[in-house]
């Protein structure tokens, strides 16, 4: 099985940057995607980015394009969100996701969706004030 342990969240301002991690540990061979989700006070848990393992491909929600940059380390396990131009409604919860295996629906690639991963990390805070 996999685990998953988030970390690099905090405080910023407003046009500031992060990086998170998420270190996987486990059966990590078996990992297809890994993804990150958030969740902001209120609201929904949403999809912010994801990427396959193997072939590195990338998912991004629009909102976040240009700013932030999912990228993968196979040999540390590791999955890293760098986040640049940070704005105050970025503020939320995130969370690091595992997918263990390709899920489709109709030809579509279901990434951008809660339902394509299995093992979800504790979540770390990210706070971005103006």
């Known amino acids: 099985q996999v685990q998953l342990v988030e970390s690099g969240g905090g405080l910023v301002q407003a046009g500031g940057s992060l990086r998170l991690s998420c270190a996987a540990s486990?059966?990590?061979?078996?990992?297809?995607?890994m993804g990150w989700f958030r969740q902001g006070p209120g609201l929904e848990r949403e999809f912010v980015a994801a990427?396959?393992?193997?072939?590195?491909?990338?998912y991004y929600r629009d909102s976040v394009k240009g700013r932030f940059t999912i990228s993968r380390d196979n040999a540390k396990n590791t999955v890293y969100l760098q986040m640049n131009s940070l704005k105050p409604e970025d503020t939320a919860v995130y969370y690091c996701a595992a997918g263990l295996y390709r899920r489709t629906y109709l030809g579509t690639n279901l990434l951008t969706t809660p339902s394509a991963y299995d093992i979800w990390g504790q979540g770390t805070q990210v706070t971005v004030s103006s």
């Open positions: 990427i396959v393992m193997s072939a590195g491909s990338t």
């Open positions: 486990g059966r990590t061979f078996s990992t297809y995607a």
